[in-house]
């Protein structure tokens, strides 16, 4: 399992949460960027504790393109605070952690289904997989989730349960049931962004943290409160 926040392991996850969502990557040097077509329409820019000159040259190109953001990556301990932010930057979200597990201390068998819920779980090919609950009864949705394998890496993503269905343990049972599947495949560490919702879970569920995760833009951008992981209980 890896344990050290690297450009490789950043790479990973910003190739595994683009498929889940379907948006084109690219990267130049260590600047990752992915077209975030269902928020700003615009890219976003993913840098791994970057230093002032490296926040100064994507601040230029922000400065031309305001629609754009840009997501830093620190290891824990670390926080923009110490940075001067470079015109027109602002800190538009902050309180995401990257967070890691070792894929062997998950169970490979899939967890009893909570009484009075159906729960449906399809297998891609593209090494993908959704797992979404339901409630028995009206057929509303009560929770889902999604895993993509990256590099033998599986990516956990897009963690969600209703409002109307919070607090009976159905964050843990999708995780769960995302693990199994996952394990079918040949991975031992797995890798998701949580909101500070989502800690409490994660933790318990036997996740660490390896970093801290900030979103900047411009006053285009700041009210749009972007996230990496809609993960709430």
Known sequence: MVTTLTEELVRTWVRGWARS??????REGNIHAALRSDTTGD???????????QLSSVAATVAENPSRTVMVISPSGQE???????????????GEKLMVTDMAQHDVEDPLVPEGFEVDTKVMEEQQAIVTVTDAETGELAARGRVVIEDGVAVFDRIFTSD?????????????????TALNYDTDTGLL????EGLLLYHYLGWTT?????????????????TH?????
Do not use: C
């Open 164 to 180: 109307n269905y919070r607090r009976k343990g159905l964050g843990s049972f999708v995780m769960r049931s995302l693990a199994a």
């Open 229 to 233: 992981s809609d993960d709430q209980r």
């Open 210 to 226: 390896l970093g801290n995760v900030s979103v900047l833009g411009t006053d285009k951008t700041v009210d749009q409160h972007l």
């Open 43 to 53: 890219w976003e820019y993913i840098l791994l504790s970057p230093d002032q000159e």
């Open 21 to 26: 969502h379907g948006y084109d990557v690219h």
């Open 80 to 94: 923009l605070d110490g940075f001067s932010l470079p015109e027109p930057l602002r800190i538009q979200a902050s």
């Open 193 to 196: 962004i949580s909101t500070p």
